[in-house]
C-alpha cells in the first residue's frame, strides 16, 4: 500500500510566493509515506535525500540527522511572520465590491493563520489588544517601523523600545542647527519666504524646525508656518497639517504663499514600512479593476489595445516576484514611442473569484498602473464587459479594426523548411487508435493547453501525433512523438 503514497520529489524555489504552501504539502506525504511503511522503514536521513531534488541537497548536504535536515529545510521554505502586522491585516480587511460573503469570510480565515493565536487568559489578551491598539495608533512613521521589526513583541517590551526611541528623537533636536528663516542683510522680503519654503519641503519629522518665525523690521515676529506668536517647531499647531492650496504638510493655509492649489498629491520623505504600487491616471479610473496577484491585493488596467499582458517593475520587486531575463521592446500608438521589455515572470492571478494560475507577464517601466491586462488575457473569455455608466445604450463591436495603441514589437518569423524542395512532401504515417478513455484524457489535456495559452491552434500540414503514457502509479502524461 505504501508505494501509492509514495511522494514526489521536492524540488521548490525557496523565492517562490508558494514555497511555504508547496513545502507544507510535501512534508505531510512525505510522512505519510514514512508511517505506511512501519518497520521497513530505512534510515529517515537516507530516505529524506533521495525524495529531494539535486538543489534542494545542497541545504541539507552536512546534515547527520533527519531531524536537523528537516529544521534546516523548514527553515529554508518557511518566512517568518509578523504576528503584529498579520493581526493588523486582519482587522482592516473590508469586504471588497464584488465579493461574496462566502469569499470574504475565506480571505478572513487565511489570513488568521499568520496571527498566532493560541488559548490565553483575559489578562494576556487584554494586553495583545493594548499592544495593537498602541501601534497603530502612533503618529511617528519611524517609531512604528521600528517596532515592526520584532517578529512577536510583547506590551512591556513595546513600550520600552517606543520610549527609548521618542527618547532618542528629542535628544537628537538638540544637535540639529535651526534653520534661518529671516531675509539676508540686502534682500526682499519675497527671496526670504521663497528660501523659507525651499527649507520647509527638505524638512523631515526626524529633522525638525526648532526655530520658525519670519522676522520683519519693526514688526512683531510671527510663526511662518501658523501665523502666531513664535514658537519652537515641535510646539507649532501647523506641524502636522496640510495647505489646502498648494497640498504641501508642514503649514496653515492662511499662510500659504502658493497662489494656484496644487493637483497632486504631497509625499513624505520620512521613510516608511509600506507597499507603494503604481497609480493610474484619473481618466482611466473606469478600466481599472481591483486584482490579486499572488494573494496580494492590486490594481489592474484592462486594455483592449495593448496585444500583450505587463506588469510594473517595481511592483513586481515588492511582490518579490522571480523576474527572468527577456530582450525586446513595445511600441507605442505613436511609432517613434517605445519602452524596453526587462524581464518577464509568471504570477497566480485571481479577478473576482476566476483563477489565472502561472500566467505570464512582460515587465516594463514606469507603467501606469500595478499590471495591465491586454489582449492576450481577454482572448480567453467570450467576452468582458465594463460599464462607464454612459447615458446611451451599450454598443457591441463584433468586428472592428482596432488601432494598436500599445503591441509588442515583432520581427518576421523564420521559414522552418527553407531549406526543402518544392517536391519535399510530408512523409504519410497512418493515425494511431486509442481507447475510449485515452481519447477522453487528449481531449482534455489539449482543452487545458489551449486555455491556459501553452498550445494554439495550428494548420501546418506536418503533424507529430500524441501518446498517452502512464508511470507505476498510473498517473496519465500526454507526450509527442516526432519520430
Known amino acids: 500500500m505504501h508505494k501509492y503514497l509514495r511522494p514526489e520529489r521536492l524540488d521548490a524555489n525557496p523565492d517562490s510566493p508558494t514555497a511555504a504552501k508547496e513545502w507544507f504539502h510535501w512534508k505531510r506525504t512525505f510522512t505519510s509515506f514514512l508511517t505506511s511503511a512501519g518497520e521497513e522503514t530505512p534510515d529517515k536521513l537516507i530516505m529524506l535525500i533521495n525524495f529531494v531534488s539535486p538543489r534542494v541537497y545542497e541545504y ?29 491585516l486582519l482587522i482592516t480587511r473590508r469586504k471588497q465590491t464584488g465579493e461574496t460573503l462566502d469569499q470574504f469570510l475565506q480571505e478572513l480565515k487565511v489570513l488568521t493563520k499568520d496571527c498566532n493565536f493560541q488559548p490565553i487568559t483575559a489578562d494576556k489578551y487584554k494586553e495583545e489588544y493594548t499592544r495593537d491598539a498602541f501601534i497603530n495608533g502612533l503618529c511617528s512613521q519611524i517609531v512604528r517601523q521600528r517596532l515592526l521589526e520584532n517578529k512577536i513583541l510583547d506590551l512591556k517590551t513595546m513600550f520600552d523600545q517606543a520610549r527609548t526611541l521618542d527618547l532618542a ?12 528663516v529671516t531675509a539676508a542683510i540686502g534682500q526682499k522680503q519675497d527671496e526670504s519666504v521663497s528660501y523659507s519654503t525651499t527649507k520647509l519641503q527638505s524638512v523631515t519629522e526626524k529633522d525638525e524646525i526648532t526655530s520658525a518665525a519670519a522676522q520683519r523690521p519693526g514688526s512683531k515676529q510671527k510663526c511662518f508656518f501658523c501665523g502666531n506668536n513664535a ?21 496653515f493655509s492662511k499662510v500659504c504663499k502658493s497662489n494656484t ?71 507605442m500608438a505613436s511609432s517613434p514611442l517605445s519602452s524596453p521589455i526587462v524581464g518577464i515572470c509568471n504570477v497566480n492571478l485571481n479577478i473576482d473569484g476566476h483563477f489565472y494560475p502561472n500566467m505570464q507577464l512582460s515587465v516594463l517601466n514606469k507603467l501606469c498602473c500595478d499590471i495591465i491586462l491586454g489582449q492576450d488575457f481577454m482572448k480567453r473569455h467570450d467576452s468582458i464587459k465594463i460599464s462607464f455608466g454612459g447615458s446611451r445604450p451599450a454598443v457591441e463591436i463584433n468586428d472592428s479594426n482596432t488601432v494598436c495603441g500599445l503591441a509588442a514589437s515583432s520581427v518576421d518569423p523564420p521559414e522552418l523548411f527553407a531549406n526543402l524542395t518544392s517536391e519535399c512532401r510530408p512523409i504519410a504515417t497512418k493515425s494511431r487508435k486509442y481507447s475510449a478513455v485515452d481519447r477522453e484524457f487528449i481531449e482534455k489535456e489539449t482543452t487545458r493547453l489551449l486555455t491556459e495559452g501553452i498550445i494554439e491552434p495550428s494548420m501546418s500540414p506536418w503533424r507529430a501525433q500524441v501518446l498517452v503514457t502512464s508511470n507505476e502509479r498510473h498517473k496519465k502524461r500526454l507526450v509527442i512523438d516526432y519520430s
Open 231 to 251: 514658537h519652537a517647531r515641535r510646539f507649532c499647531p501647523a506641524k502636522d497639517a496640510s495647505s489646502h492650496n498648494c497640498g504641501k504638510k508642514g503649514h
Open 60 to 88: 541539507i548536504g552536512e546534515c547527520e540527522t533527519y531531524d536537523t535536515a528537516i529544521t534546516l529545510l523548514e527553515a529554508v521554505y518557511v518566512r517568518p511572520k509578523n504576528e503584529v502586522l498579520a493581526r493588523h
Open 261 to 331: 492649489t496644487s493637483t497632486g498629491t504631497s509625499a513624505s520623505c520620512t521613510p516608511i514600512l509600506a507597499t507603494m504600487t503604481a497609480a493610474s491616471p484619473q481618466c482611466l479610473k473606469k478600466a481599472e479593476i481591483n486584482v490579486r496577484v499572488n494573494e496580494r491585493p492590486c490594481k489592474a488596467l484592462i486594455d483592449t489595445g495593448s496585444s500583450e499582458s505587463f506588469i510594473d517593475r517595481q511592483f513586481a520587486k515588492l511582490m518579490s516576484v522571480n523576474i527572468n531575463d527577456a530582450t525586446g521592446s513595445v511600441s
Open 169 to 180: 528623537q528629542g535628544s537628537n533636536e538638540v544637535y540639529v542647527q535651526p534653520y534661518s
